[in-house]
């Protein structure tokens, strides 16, 4: 093992698929890409094995190594030639969720495949029941959108009109999707050319076995984390608030088992799959535990296949941490991966308190809308993230309106947001009294005012935490949960969706009709604290009340002040 080269290769791929992102922000078209970058880019062994990946989306970083294998059955490396670009993603097909889509482009060298370039982005319209590509209501993965197996948009060099033209056709943003798409191509495609150099530069070998020298470097590495958890059976249930079809709540194990520098996270005992689009892929599972123990773990460990391997997990088949086709499971990468990721820390801080949070707002919020734009006569469709409070954790406290777990978004900035969409922004805050006390608090989680402008909007949400709240560690309480209210332009009454449209649950629900002067509100969940309030630092509970963090009521109820 030269550790030298070693540590040279792994940060020129690790650059390399930076550049590949800084090219699909830029020249994409939709905010999902250029404003939120939910997407993630990485290179892949032929063998389908994660080498590299830039600190993007941590979902697909986790997902991306059962996606590109799982490609590979039905693509055999035979049929693959240089210039070619796959397009793939059917969530029964290793995929995480129907937005997301994955291109891989072929690296050669002389001739031989050494390796593939990875893009894999949320596609902000992919057809379906709603526009903006969560439908809470939805029964069957039908319903979500058009899934695309793993099929060649490139072949040599050229674009494979006839698959455009059937992806193209079945959305409603096709200008938008096309873009999108063209900047997914440009990014696998540049890391591609971009790699060869490399690749001729070290020399196929040594590029080979540098590359199996990191995954193993990656796996001694992981494995000395885990060694130094004591051995045990550690357990975690949290709860998800329904699926969107029924009252029921959804019930998500985890068991983690240490035994010496290997880790086994067991799923059993989590619900059965559910009638509603919450359910989760077996990649989702997969991903989530990874995404977890990587919070949990020294971040320079390398992102590659190696980290993974003394993880093994246990997904029950037909459950909802591994549903059977032909159940919807939209919300599973947004809503259940968090609340699986947050199952497997609660169980492992009860062995490694110092190295864990307490539980996240555990969400997206996932408020997707569209319609027709008078201006350009043209349909707009859009995916629009929001923030939360994290746990706090044992030295610091949580922080505040973050993306959720397995995210790592950005928030599209007011000014973009009103130039691209017919809503006006009355208020974004912070949300006073969202954090969880404790002795560390939790996160703070946001709340926002849109109002309807000039056009007609179809709106539909997915997001979770109203009923069950972020947990609280070592004595913290949990965070203040979410809610979305809904006023008509003729009233001055904020309603539920539940109260003012007949809806099933006040977190999931879809195609709602927004008209002028009508306006939204959502509060987004807070995390749990960390440790006993009363213990909380009296000149750091002073600065909250301070800086409208915590109210004055709240600081004589929760901390005895």
């Known amino acids: 093992m030269d550790f030298v080269t070693m540590n040279i290769l792994d940060n020129t791929m690790l650059s390399l698929c930076r550049e590949m992102g800084i090219v699909l922000m830029k020249t994409s078209y939709s905010t999902i890409f250029n404003e939120a970058l939910d997407f993630t880019c990485g ?10 990946a830039a600190e993007f989306c941590p979902a697909q970083i986790g997902g991306l190594p059962l996606l590109i294998r799982s490609c590979l059955q039905e693509v055999p490396l035979s049929e693959i030639e240089p210039g070619d670009v796959l ?45 903006g590509g969560f439908p809470s209501e939805a029964t069957e993965i039908f319903h979500e959108g058009i899934r695309v197996p793993p099929v ?50 070290y020399g196929r070998e040594v590029f080979r076995q540098t590359c199996e020298d990191l ?144 539980g996240e707002g555990g969400t997206h919020l996932n408020f997707v809308f569209g319609g027709h734009d008078p201006k350009h006569d043209e349909y707009f469709a859009c995916y629009d993230i929001e923030v939360v409070g994290w746990g706090a954790r044992a030295n610091a406290d949580g922080n505040d309106a973050t993306d959720s777990i397995n995210g790592n978004c950005r928030v599209m900035p007011v000014e973009v947001f009103e130039t691209r969409y017919p809503w006006l922004t009355e208020e974004y805050a912070l949300r006073m009294d969202s954090g969880g006390a404790g002795r560390q608090r939790g996160g703070l989680g946001t709340q926002k005012i849109y109002r309807c402008l000039d056009a007609e909007i179809t709106a539909s949400q997915l997001t979770d935490r109203h009923q069950h709240q972020a947990y609280g560690l070592d004595g913290g309480q949990p965070g203040a949960s979410g809610m979305t209210w809904y006023q008509a332009s003729n009233s001055e009454i904020w309603q539920t969706m539940v109260e003012a449209f007949a809806k099933r649950s006040t977190s999931k629900w879809s195609n709602v009709t927004f008209k002028p002067g009508d306006r939204v509100q959502i509060l987004t969940p807070g995390g749990g604290g960390f440790g006993e309030p009363a213990e909380r630092d009296p000149s750091q509970l002073a600065a909250d009340v301070s800086d409208g963090f915590v109210s004055a009521e709240a600081a004589r109820r929760d901390y005895a002040r």
Request: proline content about 7%; some cysteine.
């Open 215 to 358: 995954m193993d470097y990656a796996e001694k590495r992981m494995c000395a984390e885990i060694a130094a958890i004591p051995d045990g059976r550690y357990s975690f249930v949290d709860y998800m608030d329904n699926d969107g079809v029924s009252d029921s709540e959804i019930r998500i194990e985890a068991h983690c088992h240490v035994i010496g520098d290997r880790l086994v996270v067991d799923y059993t005992g989590s619900s059965p799959q559910v009638r509603g689009p919450i359910n989760a892929t077996l990649g989702v599972a997969w991903s989530a535990a990874y995404n977890a123990v990587l919070h949990l773990t020294d971040p320079s460990i390398p992102k590659n296949s190696g980290c993974f391997r003394p993880i093994k997990i246990i997904a029950p088949r037909g459950t909802v941490v591994n549903v059977d086709y032909p159940a919807p499971e939209v919300g599973g990468n947004t809503e259940a991966h968090p609340r699986i990721a947050g199952a497997v820390i609660g169980a492992l801080a009860q062995a490694a308190p110092k190295r864990a949070m307490a």
């Open 152 to 201: 060649k948009i490139r072949k040599r060099g050229e674009d494979v009109v006839e698959v455009w033209k059937l992806w193209l056709a079945n959305v409603r943003t096709p200008r938008y999707n096309y873009g999108d798409m063209r900047a997914m191509i440009s990014g696998v495609e540049l890391g591609s050319a971009r790699l060869a150099d490399i690749v001729r530069k």
């Open 43 to 52: 290179i892949a062994s032929p063998k389908g094995e994660m080498l590299a």
């Open 87 to 131: 397009i793939h993603n059917d969530p029964y097909r290793g995929g995480l969720h129907t937005p997301e889509h994955t291109l891989f482009c072929p690296v050669f060298v002389d001739g031989e495949l050494v390796a593939f370039t990875v893009v894999i982005g949320h596609v902000a319209e992919v057809g379906g029941m709603v526009p």
